[in-house]
């Protein structure tokens, strides 16, 4: 894991108000208890109805956890997740993490209106209705021409060698 990534990591969860503060150390070793947490508040921020047991004292829950947050998101938004990366909780564990906090931070800036425009909005002039059936009957054309050279081609080969 590039220490680019982890930066960019921990803007994202700045800018989605996650409420503790991540440093980019955090990840050096593994730390459990830190992604178990930004995975509990992604997962309720994605859905605020789910239900997760919270529990990783043992090995066992740990592993019921990381699965359930995985069966979660994998079900409502269609992100897959590495679980045995989520489970190491250490640097590669950001990758995954990152893939949720993406879509979030996306989703929020769409919600906040900041996108992006085009300068020219798409209007369909009668002009450009014209050309474009000109387009297509043109390509249409071609498309016919082509298909029949290809048929004669075995001819036309045999009539070159």
């Given at each position: 894991?590039s ?21 980019v150390?955090?990840f050096?070793t ?6 178990a ?48 990366k ?11 993490l ?15 209106g ?9 209007v ?22 082509l298909?029949d ?13």
């Amino acid at each position: 894991m590039s220490f680019r990534d982890l930066r960019n990591f921990t803007e994202v969860m700045r800018t989605l108000g996650y409420p503790r503060l991540i440093s980019v150390e955090n990840f050096r070793t593994p730390n459990f208890e830190l992604v178990a947490d930004i995975l509990y508040w992604l997962v309720h921020r994605w859905d605020p109805r789910a239900i997760l047991n919270d529990d990783i004292e043992t090995e066992t829950a740990r592993v019921r956890f990381i699965r359930a947050v995985a069966e979660t998101l994998a079900k409502h938004s269609q992100i897959k997740l590495n679980c045995k990366k989520l489970y190491s909780a250490d640097g590669y564990a950001v990758k995954e993490l990152y893939k949720i906090a993406k879509v979030l931070a996306k989703a929020q800036v769409l919600k906040e209106g900041k996108v992006e425009e085009d300068d020219e909005p798409l209007v369909a002039l009668p002009s450009h209705i014209a050309t474009v059936r000109e387009f297509g009957n043109d390509l249409s054309e071609c498309g016919i021409r082509l298909y029949d050279l290809l048929k004669d081609e075995p001819e036309s080969k045999e009539a070159r060698d």
